[in-house]
């Protein structure tokens, strides 16, 4: 059964860090890419970075570059988003998500669509306030 899980989320204040996860069971990351996505009640699925371990490629929106850093580790399933200087404008649930027929082999030249990926984690919240 293919699941992910992300953990990590919190609460943070403005400039402050965090690291989420995404833990991957049921396949391997070897040959599925992933995508983290994040979400604010009201408005759509915003996608913020994808991340392939073979080929290994990297994908961020304009507001993640620079302040987010994805990666895998292949021994443990799993894949990180480390969040620095983050903002208000960040909170969010976040998810991780993939697709067995879209997201096979890398990350599709459409990553930054949310639509008709068939396995998403449960999410985790993001809360950057003073």
């Known amino acids: 059964q293919v699941q992910l899980a992300e953990s990590g989320g919190g609460l943070v204040q403005p400039g402050g860090s965090l690291r989420l996860s995404c833990a991957a069971s049921?396949?391997?990351?070897?040959?599925?890419?992933i995508t983290w996505f994040r979400q604010v009640p009201g408005k759509e699925r915003e996608a913020v970075s994808c991340i392939s371990l073979n080929p290994h490629r990297i994908y961020y929106r304009d507001s993640a570059k620079g302040r987010f850093t994805v990666s895998g580790d292949r021994a443990k399933n799993t894949i990180y988003l480390q969040m620095n200087s983050l903002k208000p404008e960040d909170t969010a649930v976040y998810y991780c998500?993939?697709?067995?027929?879209?997201?096979?082999?890398?990350?599709?030249?459409?990553?930054?669509?949310?639509?008709?990926?068939?396995?998403w984690g449960q999410g985790t919240q993001v809360t950057v306030s003073s």
């Open positions: 049921g396949f391997s990351l070897d040959y599925f890419a």
């Open positions: 998500a993939t697709d067995r027929v879209l997201y096979s082999g890398g990350c599709p030249d459409r990553w930054t669509d949310p639509s008709d990926l068939d396995n």
